[in-house]
């Protein structure tokens, strides 16, 4: 399905400021299901892009907020180098819980009210973009999360502070989670793994588990680490769960 990806979309967040939003849809008319994608670290990078216009030509309407938009101009993507990396876990660390919260609460409204959306919402993330998608799944709007390498849920640290309630509030879930971990990530050991898997046993949501062996960012079509056949295997998995927790065109 041939995209449109040169849309974006600036939206007030209370006490944040103006979020842009860079869009990804289907160049036909219709409803689409929508899914808001938060990225690593870095913004909205190349690779990033490309993961978007990929489930964006699979039926879906894509909104990626720019996650720093306090800090950083509109517009400003980190590189994948030292510098941009430490750039960006600085401010994993210095912006507010609260505020990546009031972000996807903004974000999800101006998605359902895209004259090309459905309605039926959905979140993606990536790094730390994966640990925005499940919190942003804790919202009753959202049905369905893929979370890929979410960093910091199993040690509570995203965030001013260092000391998030992720773990705390899995209780409040309703959306379906789709996990997909790297063996082979240092950031989320298998002790880390472990406890948020008990921890989704014990309030007893509704998931599904797939661990690759893989490295963290596996998905990242750039660098070493990328590795083509488990992208496809967990881009399969994720268009599978999406046509059948959002309907719709996926």
Known sequence: MIIRSDETQDIEVPGGGTMRMHLFRPAVEGRFPGVLLFSEIYQVTAPIRRLAAMLAGNGLLVAVPEVY?????????????????????????????????????????????????????????????????????????????????????????????RSDDSLARMAELKAELLLVWGRQDPHIPFAGREAIRARLEEVGASYAWHEFNGQHAFLRDEGPRFDPALFLQAMALTLDFYRRTLGGSV
């Open 69 to 161: 938009h306090e800090y950083e101009p509109a517009g400003t993507v980190l590189a994948y180098d030292p510098a941009g990396t430490d750039r960006g876990n600085a401010l994993k660390m210095t912006k507010p819980v609260a505020a990546f919260d009031a972000d996807a609460t903004a974000a999800l409204t101006a998605l359902a009210g895209h004259p090309a959306c459905s309605g039926r919402l959905g979140t993606f993330g990536v790094c730390l973009g994966g640990h925005l998608a499940y919190r942003a799944a804790l919202d009753p709007r959202v049905s369905a999360a893929a979370c890929f390498y979410p960093t910091d849920i199993h040690s509570g640290t995203l965030g001013e502070g």
